[in-house]
């Protein structure tokens, strides 16, 4: 089975037209309707490239944002492992 060689961690933001915080300064989980508003949604992106050439690229949902906040830990513990097993439970 191959293994995973490389995590690439993305950080990018977009402006969502016509949703709003239900807090000001959270997004977590806190959006709505709000006609004319406008929120900057910050995301990553992770992509994992395997020995053999394959590669898998995923955005989470805004819900799962435990992922976004410690990128750096997770993607350590991606490498050398194989991509059919990268869920935390077995890691």
Avoid: Q
């Avoid at 992922?67 to 830990?73: H, K, R, S, T, V």
């Amino acid at each position: 089975m191959s293994l995973i060689t490389r995590v690439s961690l993305t950080a990018f933001s977009f402006e969502a037209e016509n949703l709003a915080a239900s807090a000001k300064g959270s997004s977590i989980g806190g959006l709505f309707y709000e006609k004319g508003a406008r929120t900057e949604i910050t995301k990553y992106a992770i992509r994992l490239e395997t020995e053999d050439g394959c590669i898998g690229e995923y955005v989470p949902e805004l819900g799962r944002l435990a992922f976004c906040f410690w990128p750096d830990a997770n993607a350590c513990t991606y490498a050398g492992r194989p991509p059919c097993r990268r869920t935390p439970g077995h890691l």
